[in-house]
């Protein structure tokens, strides 16, 4: 694997300050917690997808010995959700079913064979209902409500119109129009879904540590279903083995292993297994687009229409900003004059689906990116020099009202251009090799907060002592993404001395400061700028005490490798230590904050829904993917990729690096062999083998690219690296594999036998072509 | 949705003899690598009142290579077929289907027995045990309804060795060890089409080792899966040719993944004597369709993994004559 950043940066950044501690097992993880004295949490599922709960008798299992609390729908007089105006799910089933796997009831009990045994004593009757596992049967006029209140099983409809449509297919010289549908597919974190929860019946305090990546959205929705006191609450996250949106909600289980832990008031521990860790869901859904392109000769485009809709599952998550997404991360990257989208989120009896990494955005740029290729093939334009030929220039802002400050797309084309060697190798590749390329971008955080309460959307604070250590508290979920080492360094840095004097600690509802979590790439910007500020503060009180201790004014100080001199060059120099032991007179240890707030100006349009896209920066990406495919069995190899990502700047090219290679690499398991499958509802995917991520063996090389485009307002004009390049891959590959074997690719996964189908079509096609000639000569 | 395993009485015999013996009380099952066994039961699909861990028999793990044939014991662990220079010199084939078997972690300690009498596989099958009961179970397991063709009578699980094949193809025979004492058999005969009981062996019987002799020139093993380690397959095909003087002599195809049980095509004699050209071939891959019938025991469509099964044996027959 080539990283190439350091050329570029002239940094090759550090490793993350907790690797040592994950490589080597010192790191605890939820399940490695101490659970001394804990009960054994089980869940029973719904066998059923869709039914009214007609009676629920748990007496047998009350009574078995070793069980200490038996919960039911009846225990559940709250409804959640992670968007306040779409909160339709109880922790457990109450009245009704609407898919295999829901939580009908728990147990906490002595030890596992217990809580096992209990569970099977529970009685349920259900009296089924019709049950729908695709958006067109869902939304069939004679179909059954899941939820009353949302007419034809829409969840939500949403529909935009910026520019003018109808004059840009008009001035088009090719308008193009294709269906793709792109099957559901999982986070697949390796970390199953655990929680360890203990009630102190003394106190009434709850202690939840727990696998999340919302602590904060945790400790409300607790606070919610529990009907407690915020304040009784602590939550902590321990060391999270991957989130990418599996965890960006609040889940069943975290609510009833704490609705347990009160029952029985103690410790209850549960562990969801790989089949319940994929029940739990909430990922990308199934997608269909049809999209609609207007092109001139030249690569222009002149107007795109686009119709989503996603199969989300039973219930609302986070839909309304997963369809709302999908829509609006249409702008953002090309300057196209005219867009329509018509968005549907449909009810469905199957897991609920939710976030998940390039939330909302991936399906919608394979639909573009794969059509654009197709039209410039058609047009005999190069794919390169149709982006280029739509390119934005910043600063603007897009018809839906988002700002792009900064876009370095055009470098990241350069670069995988010359990379991998495009203009001499493409069209000129063997038999079934070759290259195929795609664009994508993402938010840098959403610049309107889901809990709109006011607050900044980000707060650090830094405690410095005696020992001239600076310990960094802050909400933000390090989820194996790096953000704890992103503060570490932010503050290093502007304070400017050594990562050795910082520590971090995150995601403590008792310690650290609030933090909205891990979601939609917001901590690098937002955490970012609150911990530059914060540091910026603490710098300040420590030149202060530098300039009274040397005897001058604070303007006249220069700090710099964690030295404090009058001018630059002085004679007279403070060590760090000794300007803490000044700052410290009269004061003590000394704890600063420093906080940031999105400008209501970057918080999008005023349209319906125009906050969904909003955000300070997008990330933009461009890649080359290099494909074989064997057209006899339909499988196909991803040989190499080249891939570019616009960052803003690398505050750790190391962690950047890693991330746009993770990306990648996820963008691949969408493109070649990821996808959830279902048997009547009963989900058939449901393990790691199954459920087809890719191996090693299919790895490929991947060459990284880091471009800085220095956004004016990031933290050292940062912005996100986690998602922007994701959306690409599909898109690269499937253009690849047409480019390989003459065969458009129309759905995905792009599976042996989806591909061995579509070669087989494209032949009979071809023969009755034939047929059709020779009768006619 | 319990993951933990019930208690299990775990025996650990020296010899084959002690082995069988301890295996003939019902409910006993002998344990090797585990790999497919112990999934299974936490799964629940499978149960067992004792294991007979005969992984520490000696007599079950040699390999003897003789002038023009090999000797492989039923307890040689998969990893170590995969580096055996006998092996790569006198039946490259079988290290090459090896080598697609599961993954490293998986073939160090899974053995030739095991996978030659590894369970079959269906997608109603090889769920968890709320899965299934879920679904009303299924005639395999505690059901009377196979989900695959409900209206049939019969089981069709899949089976998923990659070994067998190529033994096949090889014309392997296999030496049983029981309470009745030793027989052996022609590989071939080890396996009836019943997805629910798709073994010969009698209760308590061991698969001793594998002999193979060298009759034919070329072999090759392809399998045909969605990722390059860790899957089953959706379809494997052994080939086995001899050339004389440019015309088929004899001709093989072993066939996994596509059954209850790996099978050799019939009726490849028919082709002796013919040159491998473009005819010959479209007859080859017609024999394959039309004799793999796969079901839908796989998430990947039962039509995708037929047209594979004869696209490769084509492209192998192809590919050794050339």
Redesign the interface.
Known sequence: MTIVYEARTGRHGVPLIDGVDKVTGRALYTADLDRAGALVG??L?S??AHAEIIRVDTSKARALDGVAAVLTGADCRVAYGVLPIAMNEYPLARDRVRY?GEPVAAVAAID??TA?RALELIEIEYRELPAYFESTDARAPDAVLLHDNKPGNVEREVHHDFGDLDAGFAAADLVREHRVCCAEINHAQIEPHACLAEFDPSSGRLTVQDVSQVVYYLHLMLARCLEMDEAQIRVIKPFVGGGFGARVEVLNFEIVTAMLARAAGGKVFMQ??R??TFLTHRSRPQTDVVLKLGMRKDGRFTACACEVTQRGGAYAGYGVVTILYAGALLQGIYDIPAIKYDGYRVYANLPPCGAMRGHGGVNTRFAFETLVDKMARELGLDPFAVRRANLLRAPTQTMNGLMVQSYGLAECLDAVERASGWKERFGRMPAGKALGMACSHYVSGSAKPIHFTGEPHAVIHLKLDHDGGVTALTGAADIGQGSSTMVAIAVAETLGVGLDRIRVVSSDTAITPKDNGAYSSRITFMVGNAAIAAAQNLKMLLVEAAAKKLESAPEEIVCDGGVFRVGQGGQAALSFKEVVSAALIDEGAISVKGSFTCPVEFQGGKHRGGAVGSTMGFSYAAQVVETSVDD????VSVDKVWVALDCGRAINPLAVAGQIEGSVWMGMGQAL?EET?Y??G?????SF??Y?M?????SPAIEAFIVESKDPNGPFGAKEASEGALAGFPPALVSAIGHAIGVDLLELPA???RL??AI?KRRQKAAAAARKQRAAS | ????LADVVVAQPATIEEAVALAADAGARYVAGGTDLIVNMRRGVTTAARLVDISGIAALKTIVVEANGAVIGGGVEIARLVGHDGIARLFPVIAQAAVTIA?PAHRNVATVGGNLCLDTRC??Y???E??R???GWCLKNRGDTC?VAPRGERCHAAFSGDLAPALLALDAEVEIAGSAGRRRMPLRDLYVEDGKAHLTLAPGELLVCVRVTRKMDAFAYEK?R???????P?AGVAVGLTMRERRIADLRIGLTGLASYPFLAAGLENLVGREVDDDLLKEIDRAVQRQAQPMRTT???A??RR??AA??A??LVARLAA
């Open positions: 089980v869940i599922r066998p059923v295999r596992e064979t096992q969801l297994t089949e319940e006899a069995t339909g499988q062999c499958r048997l009547d009963l989900a058939a995917h449901a083998l199954d087809r890719p191996t090693i063996v299919e599976t042996p036998d061995l189908e087989g | 949705m319990s993951v933990e993954a997608i109603y090889n769920q968890s709320w899965w009961r879920s679904n989900h045909i969605q990722r390059g380690a860790i899957d089953y959706l998430l990947a469509a039509h995708y047209l594979a696209a490769v084509r492209r």
